[in-house]
């Protein structure tokens, strides 16, 4: 199921058809089988204009990548069904019955699923309570075929305890979450206040005027707003700012003039709504299907020079941070080569020299491939250490320096302090793992004995590092590493500050995080 989940999402052409699919499908329905007028309610013209903005938003939402495709899909499916269920419960009257929709225990547990992980930046946080949210989802909706009772009863539930979710999250997971940011922990809170007082509002206005049905689905808009809408468009923003492509400002100008003119022929001819509402989601369908279009031309074969022009031109914002990150991507091929090349090919030999017949010449060769097998291990370690696991930080920390102590064959003991339950957003945990990597390094090679202690630390949305160390002598200038070290410190924003104090070496790294540089890493 998983992987049929990942495949689907990084479709990004079907992706497409499937939001102007629906588009299509929601204005023929609202045009054939909504009444719409000047003399409409409130309440109705409210939900249109929620539907319109949930059509728009996810044509944008198809326009960015994110790290996690699997979040696009679960967004685009959450704004698909809340569109939908907004239309089918415009003819109920109470406010309770709005939770009794088949749809409604889905759309809660993508609303908080989604927020989380945009929260988070994908990070595995609480994986154990969304498991369970998620398996009460589907029991829940599974009792509307079986029993409507069951289902009554069920919904009322699963609809109290996934808005308490985030609120459990913060009671079961505070050790976990004192390493993340004040911002993400600040919108953490809002989102755990703001979905249980929802909740009872709405419980307590039961019955009466359509309006209260209406502050669920602005409650929805208000998180995507603040959340998701934020993320997504404060990247497309960078992305779109550094395009200079003239074909789009040309396109952009063209859409925006034609909409000028459909408000205003509507004004002055005063078209029925429903004519007005057509031919607007006419528009947008257009805009979407250019769009899908756009994706396909450079998607090409004839196209991979522009597609690569397009892509040079999608830069961070700091550039020379994204210079720095791109080694990580390089050394990686190379370690995949050295290890598909040429250690398996080395390994062969090594195996068929087993069955020599002259024993003193197969063991000579089984001591020299075997050492080359080391050496090659060395060299693979060294260009792409770290893997994508679900290890904590600080056993992916403590093991590379246990192998860098094994590689020099030092006998210096490495006294290791990290936080309790360690994490770092991306890419700051591949960053602060090279710094380690330099600094065990630097230690083990130069220590003149004695104990090295390594301490790391993350508050005040920065991560300090501390090594120290005995010397054997007082240097007179920095070597190559530790000078190429600070560079990357100073580019980060950071800095780096050294210490000599009878033959005591101490290195004091003060590394701030950038919260942008998350954001864009993980919705690029």
């Not at 539930?157 to 976990?176: D, G, Q």
């Amino acid at each position: 199921m998983k992987q049929f989940v990942k495949l689907f999402s990084k479709n990004s052409l079907l992706l497409w058809w499937l939001t102007i699919l629906n588009h299509l499908a929601l204005m023929i329905y609202i045009y054939h089988r909504i009444p719409l007028d000047f003399s409409t309610d409130f309440s109705l013209q409210m939900v249109l204009l929620l539907i319109i903005a949930l059509i728009v938003f996810s044509y944008i939402c198809n326009i960015v990548t994110f790290r996690y495709s699997e979040l696009k899909l679960w967004l685009l499916l959450m704004m698909f069904l809340i569109s939908w269920q907004s239309i089918f419960n415009q003819g109920v009257a109470s406010t309770l019955l709005h939770f009794f929709d088949i749809l409604h225990p889905l759309n809660s547990f993508i609303l908080v699923y989604s927020s989380l992980s945009i929260i988070f930046l994908g990070e595995k946080i609480g994986e154990e309570l969304l498991s369970v949210s998620f398996v009460l989802t589907l029991i829940t909706i599974s009792s509307y075929l079986l029993s409507p009772s069951i289902f009554l009863f069920l919904s009322l539930f699963a609809s109290f305890f996934l808005n308490l979710v985030p609120l459990i999250l913060l009671i079961l997971y505070h050790k976990e979450l004192k390493s993340k940011l004040k911002y993400q922990r600040r919108n953490l809170w809002i989102l755990a206040l703001i979905l249980p007082l929802s909740y009872f509002f709405l419980y307590i206005n039961t019955t009466g005027s359509g309006v209260t049905n209406l502050v669920w689905y602005l409650e929805i808009l208000s998180i995507l707003a603040f959340l998701h809408f934020k993320t997504i468009i404060s990247s497309l923003q960078k992305k779109v700012s550094e395009l200079k492509l003239s074909y789009i400002k040309a396109f952009s100008r063209l859409f925006l003039l034609v909409m000028f003119l459909l408000v205003g022929i509507f004004i002055i001819f005063r078209l029925d709504l429903n004519t007005s509402f057509l031919v607007l989601n006419i528009m947008l369908l257009l805009f979407g299907i250019c769009s899908e279009e756009l994706i396909r031309l450079f998607r090409s074969a004839e196209m991979l020079d522009s597609r690569d022009y397009v892509k040079v031109l999608f830069l961070k914002r700091n550039r020379m941070v994204k210079n720095l990150l791109a080694n990580e991507d390089t050394e990686q091929q190379f370690s995949e080569f050295l290890h598909n090349e040429i250690l398996q090919n080395v390994m062969a030999i090594k195996n068929f020299n087993k069955y020599s017949s002259n024993q003193a010449f197969g063991e000579q060769i089984n001591l020299v491939t075997e050492e080359l097998v080391q050496r090659i291990r060395e060299r693979m370690d060294y260009y792409q250490p770290m893997v994508e696991t679900d290890e904590q930080l600080d056993i992916q920390y403590q093991g590379l320096i246990n192998r860098i102590v094994k590689r020099y064959h030092a006998e210096n003991e490495v006294v290791t302090q990290f936080p309790a339950h360690f994490r770092l957003l991306s890419p700051y945990d591949k960053i602060a793992y090279r710094l380690v990597e330099e600094l065990a390094t630097n230690a083990v090679k130069y220590a003149s004995g004695g104990r090295i202690s390594l301490k790391i630390d993350v508050h005040d949305d920065a991560i300090f590092i501390i090594s120290e160390n005995d010397c054997l002598q007082k240097e007179k200038s920095l070597g190559y590493g530790l000078k190429n070290m600070s560079n990357k410190i100073s580019v980060l924003g950071g800095q780096m500050q050294i210490f000599e104090n009878n033959k005591r070496f101490r290195v004091e790294i003060t590394l701030p995080i950038d919260k942008e540089l998350c954001y864009e890493n993980f919705v690029n």
